[in-house]
């Protein structure tokens, strides 16, 4: 009796440090997909037009329809269509994007399920916009 006492005190105090583990230091599984690169760079001011504009996550993502390239007055800029490869969204970019400040909106799936979105900001042979 005393044995199966002391395998139950075990199997509880397992399952306890078990449970705190899991609440301390939560899966990556369990996170959302975090932006952690733009080509160009939030803010930067390019002296030519990027042939393509490339979003990096920590995890794999899906597109969901509102990615968009947005002018100085507002307009959601024509492009084509981008496609995503593993943790990175790849958007060509039109050849005779004019100079100006533009801002990139985009929003994404995680891996989770979870839709992730935000902005950043460059500019062709002027400063980028605020975001």
């Not at 952690?36 to 803010?43: E, I, L, S």
């Not at 001011?45 to 007055?73: A, M």
């Not at 533009?102 to 992730?116: A, E, F, I, L, Q």
């Amino acid at each position: 009796m005393a044995l199966l006492r002391a395998a139950a005190r075990r199997v509880g105090l397992l399952a306890t440090f078990t449970v705190l583990f899991s609440l301390l230091f939560p899966s990556a599984a369990a996170a959302h997909a975090e932006l952690v690169n733009t080509t160009p760079a939030n803010g930067a001011q390019l002296r030519t037009p990027p042939s393509d504009i490339r979003l990096t996550f920590t995890e794999s993502v899906n597109l969901v329809d509102g990615i968009r390239l947005v002018d100085h007055v507002g307009a959601t800029v024509t492009t084509p269509d981008p496609t995503v490869q593993g943790r990175t969204v790849i958007w060509p970019m039109p050849s005779d994007l004019p100079e100006g400040p533009y801002v990139v909106t985009w929003r994404v799936v995680s891996s989770d399920g979870h839709p992730v979105n935000g902005a950043f900001s460059f500019g062709v042979g002027t400063a980028a916009a605020a975001v």
